[in-house]
T-cell receptor
Framework: KQEVTQIPAALSVPEGENLVLNCSFTDSAIYNLQWFRQDPGKGLTSLLLIQSSQREQTSGRLNASLDKSSGRSTLYIAASQPGDSATYLC?????????????????FGQGTILTVHP | SQTIHQWPATLVQPVGSPLSLECTVEGTSNPNLYWYRQAAGRGLQLLFYSVGIGQISSEVPQNLSASRPQDRQFILSSKKLLLSDSGFYLCAAARVNTEAFFGQGTRLTVV
């Protein structure tokens, strides 16, 4: 059964700091890993998608890496701003296993609550 | 562009009443579809997912059911709501080589 864990659960930093959010998953048989942002009371916004054959993706101040063999991903945020404050979630899309179960399942971690203060 | 229409945005229902939440997808075909519930301050709990019409996988035994009558339509239902069914319900779509994307959610309060 795929399990996704995110560390830390919460993070508070001053504006301008570079920071790293961590995501680990137990089953490396994945199609892709995706990072999302969620603002309070809102839906999820996709930030970065990394296919299983890729090592990293970049968008602006965001860089996400993937080490599929070790079941880990990191989201790096450069020069953090108060507008980056939100909950960050990672999710993996699972490949069919030998038993044919879990196919197509999109599993989320519990998220990291980020607060960037001025 | 890929879009999920999810309605209503908010809903207040009495205990014991039925529920039907509908999600429709635009801009993609043959997606995997998902229903998640999010309690306040918590992560996303996967309730149901579907890899095709009429194919439903249930993750958690509960008071809810799901159906997929068309390729881009996913419905979450209950015959009798419980207080514990309150939460933020999110519909999502995903394909292997593209980003998963979400609707804006329905905030359900059972009173």
């Amino acid at each position: 059964k795929q399990e996704v864990t995110q560390i830390p659960a919460a993070l508070s930093v001053p504006e301008g700091e570079n920071l790293v959010l961590n995501c680990s998953f137990t089953d490396s048989a994945i199609y892709n890993l995706q990072w999302f942002r969620q603002d309070p009371g809102k839906g999820l916004t996709s930030l970065l998608l990394i296919q299983s054959s890729q090592r990293e993706q970049t968008s602006g101040r965001l860089n996400a890496s993937l080490d599929k063999s070790s079941g880990r991903s990191t989201l790096y945020i450069a020069a953090s701003q108060p507008g980056d404050s939100a909950t960050y979630l990672c999710a993996v899309l699972t490949v069919p296993n030998a038993g044919g179960t879990s196919y197509g399942k999109l599993t989320f971690g519990q998220g990291t609550i980020l607060t960037v203060h001025p | 562009s890929q879009t999920i229409h999810q309605w209503p945005a908010t809903l207040v229902q009495p205990v014991g009443s039925p529920l039907s939440l509908e999600c429709t997808v635009e801009g993609t075909s043959n997606p995997n579809l998902y229903w998640y519930r999010q309690a306040a301050g918590r992560g996303l709990q996967l309730l149901f997912y579907s890899v095709g019409i009429g194919q439903i996988s249930s993750e958690v035994p509960q008071n809810l059911s799901a159906s997929r009558p068309q390729d881009r339509q996913f419905i979450l239902s209950s015959k009798k709501l419980l207080l514990s069914d309150s939460g933020f319900y999110l519909c999502a779509a995903a394909r292997v080589n593209t980003e998963a994307f979400f609707g804006q959610g329905t905030r359900l309060t059972v009173v």
